[in-house]
């Protein structure tokens, strides 16, 4: 039996084809890449032929055949396909037709470009190209050179083994939230505004068992077919586009993360003209010999979806979404369900199952919040392990945002926007740098590149015993809890200082270079990274010198509170300074910005942070309305907003009349 051969320019479906004297195996997919006039093409009587005949699937097919005789005809034009080391020349037919052949030209490269080590080499005698309805433009098939002699066609590339994958996911073999971190970030490129993660329990057919499958859903503006696998494919070129906002660089961030996760992933993306399925899964690639990715894409006609036969034909879609059905929990009312998830809008919802285990468990665990209880009821993702991070000079254990991904989306974010929910529960994003006391802001230039350095004080992070630098890069968080200067050999010194800095401008070079891992959890040694420890250093060790050696308090068990309060509008998502008289516990649960205390509107613009008076309260522990007045006093301390240097001291139970370090 013929196979077909699928005839396409620039990836769209002219028609199916066959050939029935070919003289060596032909691919399943030709792509033609120009159409030149046949005189400025020498000797092509020379060159040996063979002919393709049209083997329609559709009438669409059929008539876009007739167009295509049609034009080469009209026009004396030779379509030129490159393919490994053949170039093919379809040559303009004498009569045009719906149902005429074309000859083909061809002609051979031998020589071969492939420069690896001997043991790399792949016998070209195993390939074998798949039928039709497995075989399209996301099944990553390769070969080398070896034995080229002995059997054609050969590729001048390596072919990407299913156990690749598995080597994908060690990416993120240190911290599995950096792979629910890659997730979030595609997210936020896609302009998202709400995103919600949670884990609950679904029946594989093939077990029978109910396991816990990972989802991460938002509503961005989703994918077309093309973005989708520019998205599966193993890397792609990078944008010379610079984007401070965008995150994305290295086109393996969904792949790394994903199999960092679990086994298997399914994609459901929509935007306002289509919809697309891919399936990236080692179950259904376990003992191929390349990586098979089935994708399904539809294209929007009126009020359906329906399959774009311009990306692929139906017997295709076919395949690929039976493959899907066959290795996945989705059957074809689940993904329908899945899809009304959408209504009538765009964004991305991404399923994970056969979670990475730890032991006898899985390495995430999961609990759902309460309706209605505090926040130590609020549902949350835990890595099982519970491990802290390692990082030189550090002795805390109680780091949450190392192993709390509720803690850790929390400050994900230079400027957060999105709403990201977790369990089911609204994590309370929120700008590090807004949430501390006795603030500083240095700016400076290293390398001839400007650094704005954020330095103050955290109440929590001082009774945690924990410090350091908040390394941001494009709005996203690098590196948590740097420690820099005194820090690295002192607990005690700088115990309770946190440092914010945006270090793009820093690790972005000119030519496209970035300093950043690929897994975006860290940076590579260079120069730009060796000149900011020293520089965050400095400034560190002068900060607590200046503010907190020098700074005594005649109370125990002082608490600082942050230089203002804020609060994050549900609608613009900008932030707006709370008075100092007001009460935050107060604000309803949806707060906008027309309400109270802040009365304004949303196109009012965002509040900065700058560097003011420092309140330092205090109440004595085990607070007892029986004692004297003096004892249940609160103190205040008002430092200069350059130096935090002591300026003023008052004992009094009404601190309002003090303005500008004036005590009355």
């Not at 595609?186 to 302009?191: F, G, I």
């Amino acid at each position: 039996m013929v196979m077909p051969i699928i005839l396409q320019k620039d990836r769209k479906i002219i028609s199916a084809v066959k050939c029935l004297d070919p003289p060596f195996e032909l691919p399943q997919e030709l792509n033609i890449t120009s159409l030149v006039s046949t005189k400025k093409i020498s000797n092509l009587s020379k060159f040996p032929q063979f002919s393709l005949n049209p083997a329609p699937d559709t009438s669409r097919d059929l008539k876009e055949w007739g167009i295509f005789l049609n034009f080469l005809h009209k026009y004396d034009k030779v379509a030129i396909i490159n393919f490994q080391k053949y170039k093919f020349f379809i040559l303009p037919p004498s009569i045009a037709s719906e149902s005429s052949p074309v000859n083909v030209a061809y002609e051979i490269d031998n020589t071969c470009s492939v420069d690896t080590h001997p043991r790399d080499y792949e016998s070209a005698k195993d390939l074998k190209f798949p039928p039709r309805a497995e075989d399209h433009v996301n099944l990553f098939t390769a070969e080398t050179c070896n034995e080229f002699q002995s059997r054609l066609p050969v590729k001048n590339f390596i072919r990407v083994d299913p156990s690749y994958l598995k080597t994908l996911g060690q990416v993120h073999s240190g911290w599995i939230f950096g792979g629910i971190a890659e997730l979030v970030d595609n997210s936020r490129d896609a302009k998202a505004t709400k995103m919600d993660i949670f884990v609950d329990l679904i029946n594989l057919k093939k077990s029978g068992k109910d396991v816990p499958m990972l989802s991460v859903i938002d509503d961005g503006n989703g994918m077309n077919h093309a973005e989708v696998m520019k998205m599966v494919s193993f890397g792609h070129k990078q944008s010379d586009k610079d984007d401070k906002d965008h995150i994305g660089k290295f086109g393996v961030g969904f792949k790394t993360g994903a199999m960092r996760l679990g086994r298997d992933v399914l994609v459901l993306t929509q935007t306002t003209n289509s919809r697309s399925l891919a399936f990236l899964s080692q179950s259904l690639n376990e003992g191929k010999d390349n990586i098979e990715i089935p994708i399904v894409s539809y294209c929007r006609h009126g009020q359906r979806m329906e399959v774009d036969l311009s990306m692929q034909s139906e017997a295709l879609a076919k395949y690929n979404l039976k493959a899907i059905k066959e290795f996945s929990p989705f059957n074809k009312y689940l993904i329908g369900e899945k899809a009304a998830l959408f209504g009538g809008g765009t964004g991305t919802q991404i399923y994970i199952w056969n979670l990475d285990e730890w032991g006898s468990k899985y390495c995430l665990e999961w609990h759902d919040g309460l309706k209605g209880g505090s926040s130590f009821h609020q549902g949350d993702i835990l890595i099982s392990s519970k491990r802290i991070r390692s990082r030189p000079g550090q002795i805390s254990q109680k780091v949450p945002l190392d192993y709390s991904l509720r803690a850790y989306l929390e400050v994900i974010f230079l400027v957060p926007r999105m709403k990201i929910s977790v369990q089911g529960t609204l994590v309370k994003s929120r700008p590090l740098g807004n949430f501390l006391t006795q603030i500083v802001i240095e700016t400076d230039n290293i390398l001839g590149r400007p650094v704005e350095l954020i330095l103050g004080f955290s109440q929590l992070e001082w009774e945690q015993a924990n410090c350091g630098m908040f390394l941001y890069w494009h709005g996203r968080l690098i590196e948590a809890y740097k420690r820099v200067g005194g820090m690295i050999h002192n607990a005690d010194v700088g115990r309770g200082v946190i440092g914010v800095v945006n270090v793009t401008n820093l690790m972005d070079e000119q030519d496209g270079r970035v300093w950043v891992h690929n897994n975006k959890q860290g940076f590579q040694d260079s120069q730009p990274y060796a000149c900011l420890e020293q520089w965050l250093g400095r400034k560190a060790d002068k900060y607590w010198d200046d503010n907190f050696d020098s700074l005594t308090l005649d109370k125990q068990n002082c608490v600082f509170k942050p230089d203002h309060e804020w609060v994050q509008c549900d609608k613009c998502r900008k932030w707006r300074i709370l008075p100092s008289d007001f009460d935050s516990r107060k604000l309803p649960v949806q707060w906008f910005c027309y309400m109270d205390p802040f009365k304004g509107q949303c196109a009012d613009a965002e509040q900065k942070m700058e560097p003011g008076i420092v309140n330092v309260s205090t109440k004595r522990s085990g607070y007892d309305c029986l004692l004297k007045d003096s004892d249940n006093e609160k103190m205040e301390v008002v430092t200069t907003s350059a130096t935090g240097s002591v300026i003023g001291m008052c004992r009094r139970n009404d601190t309002s009349s003090m303005v500008n370090g004036y005590v009355p």
